[in-house]
């Protein structure tokens, strides 16, 4: 399994390579993804596949996993959790609530980001810092990963959007990164959110990004 090599342990996960023809949809998941074309009905079911699959290593049993108006998907009462996919790839990982205050994974292609995103999606300081970085990592693409795992992690915690620019990123060439918030943050065992500390990792031409918040008691 590629995800679990950036989680800690506790933190449930599986991921996919393939769609599997097996692969089932709740009547509410049908109804939900009935209109789409076939790429992203694909995405959907096999993401859930695996999110169902992590969540049964927690003893959950399989319920619908439906989007909000953002796309998070809702998760069972009593689990955080986070999911991901990108051509090729589809995974998803999960916690009790007891244990992480947030999760956030992205997965995206090892490759550059088209033309102009990268301009977009930067604060100055990040540019300067990674066009300082060796070419054999795709530095853009995985900032781009990075922050939007620190977006996923966030968004169950804060119910608000944060944009690009809301959140400055050091990506440490050793397989880590800090997220430090330039807005006000959530709240979490009494303590605000000022930032997240996430991992990085690049593999069979994957990038990959994962943030867990541990609960404060679970430090």
């Known amino acids: 399994m590629v995800i679990e090599s950036i989680l800690p342990p506790g933190v449930a996960a599986a991921d996919s390579v393939v769609d599997p023809p097996d692969a089932e949809l709740f009547p509410e998941e049908e109804a939900y993804i009935a209109r ?19 969540l049964d290593s ?9 989007p909000d108006r953002r796309g998070a998907p809702g998760w069972p009462d009593g689990v955080h959790g986070s999911m991901t996919h990108c051509a090729g790839y589809r995974a998803a990982a999960v916690a009790p609530t007891g244990t992480v205050a947030g999760i956030g994974i992205d997965a995206e292609p090892h490759e550059a980001l088209p033309a102009g995103v990268f301009d ?9 810092s990674i066009r300082r970085r060796h070419a054999r990592v795709h530095w853009d693409r995985l900032l781009f ?6 977006f996923k992690a966030w968004y169950p915690m804060a119910r608000r ?29 009494g303590r605000p959110v000022t930032g997240y500390q996430g991992r990085w990792r690049v593999v069979d031409g994957l990038i990959l990004t994962a943030i867990v918040v541990p609960r404060r008691d679970a430090l």
Do not use: M, Y
Not at 43 to 51: D, G, I, S
Not at 120 to 128: K, M, V, Y
Not at 145 to 150: D, G, I, R, T
């Open 36 to 54: 789409a074309v076939e790429k992203r009905r694909r995405e959907f079911t096999t993401v859930r596949w695996c999110a169902r699959r992590a």
């Open 58 to 66: 927690l003893g959950q049993r399989a319920v619908a996993l439906l």
């Open 120 to 128: 977009t999606i930067s604060l100055p300081s990040e540019r300067a």
């Open 145 to 150: 990963s990075a922050k939007e795992s620190v």
């Open 161 to 189: 959007e944060l944009g690009f620019s809301e959140a400055e990123l050091d990506l440490d060439p050793g397989g880590s990164f800090t997220a430090r918030l330039l807005v006000p943050g959530p709240v979490v065992d």
